[in-house]
């Protein structure tokens, strides 16, 4: 298969469904070869059985020896993607200390760790995507440890960018996307907030997993494209 990552490796972190499985996907249908990692492997392998040019591997973002590990076991690799993500919802009174330091363990230090034992394995012409959120272009009451977590991705993303050059460093930061991450609130819960959501996004709907799949690919393929954020979320911060 022929495209802009033909001959090329790409390890995408996260789950595997929602987001990450979209980009693993895009990836490979790119001509990548793709290596899915994550803390849970059996699901990774029962996620990706016999999908063709995608291989799993282990890796939790929140130890650095199996960041390192990671890291002897690839080799060289072109891209990196981190989809990870732990939120830690709830206003400030109710705020968990554990679960503020797991959201920056997992899309802030987990990154930065990754950058850390990866980026002497990538080409010049490689790139690192980062994960940041729409919480934090758009303040809310309630999204407070997330907000502070996204923004912190933001800065990462910049900081490496100039750091790490010319290797590429981008976050792409999603709205509102239709995964499974909001089916907590329920069937009824889920459609009335993203009913409210599409009604007021300028795009007058929610996003999906390919819409950021599709930001992701074109920030590994930009070759002019660094320390920037895109922000693929309907234009929801304008609302």
Same mark, same amino acid.
């Given at each position: 298969?022929?495209?802009?990552?033909?001959?090329?490796?790409?390890?995408?972190?996260?789950?595997? %469904?929602? &987001?990450?499985?979209?980009?693993?996907?895009?990836?490979?249908?790119?001509?990548?070869? =793709? &290596?899915?990692?994550?803390?849970?492997?059996? #699901?990774?392998?029962?996620?990706?059985?016999?999908?063709?040019? +995608?291989?799993?591997?282990?890796?939790?973002?929140?130890?650095?020896? @199996?960041?390192?590990?990671?890291?002897?076991?690839?080799?060289?690799?072109?891209?990196?993607?981190?989809?990870? @993500? #732990?939120?830690?919802?709830?206003?400030?009174?109710?705020?968990?200390?554990?679960?503020?330091?797991?959201?920056?363990?997992?899309? =802030?230090?987990?990154?930065?760790?990754?950058?850390?034992?990866?980026?002497?394995?990538?080409?010049?012409? !490689?790139?690192?995507?980062?994960?940041?959120? =729409?919480? #934090?272009?758009? +303040?809310?009451? %309630?999204?407070?440890?997330?907000? &502070?977590?996204?923004?912190?991705?933001?800065?990462?993303?910049? @900081?490496?960018?100039?750091?790490?050059?010319?290797?590429?460093?981008?976050?792409? @930061?999603? %709205?509102?996307?239709?995964? !499974?991450?909001?089916?907590?609130?329920?069937?009824?819960?889920?459609?009335?907030?993203?009913?409210?959501?599409?009604?007021?996004?300028? *795009?007058?709907? &929610? !996003? *999906?997993?390919?819409?950021? #799949?599709?930001?992701?690919?074109?920030?590994?393929?930009?070759?002019?494209?660094?320390?920037?954020?895109?922000? +693929?979320?309907?234009?929801?911060?304008?609302?």
């Amino acid at each position: 298969m022929t495209g802009p990552l033909q001959g090329e490796t790409v390890l995408v972190i996260g789950r595997g %469904g929602g &987001i990450a499985r979209a980009v693993v996907v895009a990836a490979r249908d790119a001509g990548a070869h =793709v &290596i899915a990692a994550g803390r849970d492997r059996k #699901a990774l392998d029962e996620a990706y059985a016999g999908e063709p040019d +995608i291989d799993t591997e282990t890796v939790d973002l929140t130890d650095e020896t @199996s960041i390192a590990d990671l890291g002897e076991r690839l080799g060289t690799i072109d891209h990196v993607v981190s989809t990870a @993500s #732990a939120r830690a919802r709830g206003r400030l009174a109710d705020v968990d200390r554990d679960a503020v330091r797991r959201s920056f363990d997992t899309k =802030v230090i987990g990154p930065l760790m990754l950058a850390k034992h990866l980026s002497p394995r990538i080409p010049e012409s !490689g790139s690192f995507t980062l994960f940041s959120g =729409v919480a #934090a272009a758009k +303040i809310a009451v %309630g999204t407070l440890a997330v907000a &502070i977590t996204n923004g912190a991705a933001d800065v990462l993303a910049r @900081s490496l960018a100039l750091e790490l050059a010319p290797i590429r460093v981008n976050a792409v @930061s999603p %709205g509102v996307i239709d995964t !499974g991450a909001w089916d907590a609130l329920g069937e009824a819960g889920k459609a009335d907030y993203f009913a409210d959501i599409a009604a007021r996004n300028p *795009t007058r709907r &929610i !996003g *999906t997993a390919d819409d950021i #799949a599709g930001a992701v690919l074109y920030a590994m393929t930009s070759t002019f494209l660094t320390g920037v954020t895109l922000r +693929i979320d309907g234009g929801e911060p304008l609302t």
